[in-house]
């Protein structure tokens, strides 16, 4: 049975600082960021325009997308955002707050 996914929806500036914490800063520390997940966010990076112009700039930084990720890999990146930005003593990205568990309890 295959692993079930989340979906969940990011800003690609969201998605820069999952890179930022989790590939580029990372330098090997927390394991399991070569998933598919992380290429699809580092492909989506990618697309960045080569242009210096504010406002398409701007558009780029704020579209939102959605991605699937297992649990595992929300749980790497939860790791990432945290960990990271303590061993460097940086203060903890905003984005943080997308991969916190959810609460288990339903009324």
Request: proline content about 5%.
């Amino acid at each position: 049975m295959a692993e079930e996914k989340q979906k969940i929806e990011l800003s690609l500036y969201g998605v820069a600082e999952i890179i930022k914490w989790c590939i580029n800063r990372n330098n090997g520390r927390i394991p399991g960021t070569d998933t598919e997940a992380f290429k699809r966010l580092q492909a989506a990076l990618a697309e960045k325009p080569a242009t210096g112009d504010y406002f398409t700039l701007d558009q780029f930084w704020k579209k939102r997308m959605v991605f699937e990720f297992t649990q595992d890999e929300v749980d790497t990146i939860d790791r990432c955002l945290y960990d990271i930005p303590n061993f460097d003593g940086a203060q903890l990205p905003q984005i943080r707050f997308k991969f916190w568990p959810k609460t288990v309890c339903q009324n």
